[in-house]
């Protein structure tokens, strides 16, 4: 587990967008990477929400992670494409990206994740995301 | 035309994301709206290639404001849900959203959009979407 | 939950395709709904597995189905988007489509569903849905 | 082009499921396919519409041979993904899926494709698709 945890915080910190938007790698574990985000004027659309890009911002990145924690040795990963629902309006005091593999493959491999928001102690679920992530070789 | 350009603008303006990642409302027109992105550090992922979740922002909000332009008087829109492709690793020296309103419904519209790179005088497809929002009434 | 029942066994019996594909309701509870489908020739595709039109015939029928099941009184509900991803050659005994509702909303709902196929007792995800469903009020 | 026309139609002609839907396949050229669609009894959803279920198979078949057109030689396909938008009620008196190739790539391809429907001379966009499928090398 070490190594996975390792390789994926080192990646986490390499992508400018994750300080920019102040998110937090919470846990790696095989299959599975939960990363945080907490509501901030510089995240908002229009009605003070937090904007649907930077939901998609950690979805993504918690779906990447996952399938990192599964690619075959020596492979990056890199998404294909992503679909993604808004449930209810992004209003809470702290959300959480649970990203999850559904189906690793040899070149591609499936996610789920969610956003889950809590508020005065009380959880939701924000956001849901369906992806797809390649493994590609790294070069030598 | 004037009234639906002030509205986005003022909808732009007001979202605490746009200012954060640097983004530029290009043009508004009726069922078109463009949006600017001029990569960055801030912007990245671990390549070096500017991270998804900003590429989504931009396609996101240029979906959302080209539906506004045919929202219904006295309606806010609101995101449901958008699927993206990404084609190409993000590397040029600028992007361009371009949401369009492929149907126009009294409660839901549904767009695409596509994030084009420019890069050295050449243009290429980057990501695309597909995207529907719903027109939410205004309360009074 | 008789109603529920009723309600949706009607509309099942009423669809057309549904026959001609040879697919079964399995059960009918609040939001969440099962319908069969055993492989046979004239739902294959190319290599002989069964075609993703068929599969997604299921799911978007089970997600539709869930979603009634919890709509408000007087309201039908119509497909208003979905996402597939097809995970493995659908290649199985049988198939059964599992559809679940995620968010029910006074005008959308959302639902996830997955079609497990089951071979020699071993059961398999085959392929995932992520659906966005509308109520939409009945004539009088 | 001979050679991509015979190949697309062998594959059709041996898809049980283009059979059993009464689907034809109209056109064949590098990265776009046509496929048309006859409303009947067979194919409804309970308001006597046609079920996404159809229009699905149609699009996703478009897809599939659109990217086959363009697929290495000794690859087949093989759809990944796709979403789908309903945009109206699926009444016309024939339905055309249009299939296009957007991104051709080593591995992956991504189409786009609508199902345009004719009822009195007028013509309608019924449904998008945007699709991601693979190119699978055959076995020797």
Known sequence: MRDI???????????????TLGTRLVSVDPGEVHIALTPSPALTQQNGFVHAGA??????SA??????????DGYNVLTVEFKVNLLRPALADE??????????GRTLTVCTAEVIGTRDGETKTIALMQATIANVALQA
């Open 63 to 72: 779906c990447g992670y996952a399938a990192m924690t599964v690619a075959p």
């Open 55 to 60: 939901l998609t911002t950690i979805l993504d």
């Open 95 to 104: 959300f959480l990206a649970i990203g999850k593999v559904v189906k690793a």
């Open 5 to 19: 945890r390792q390789l994926v915080t080192e990646c986490f910190t390499a992508q400018g967008l994750m300080h």
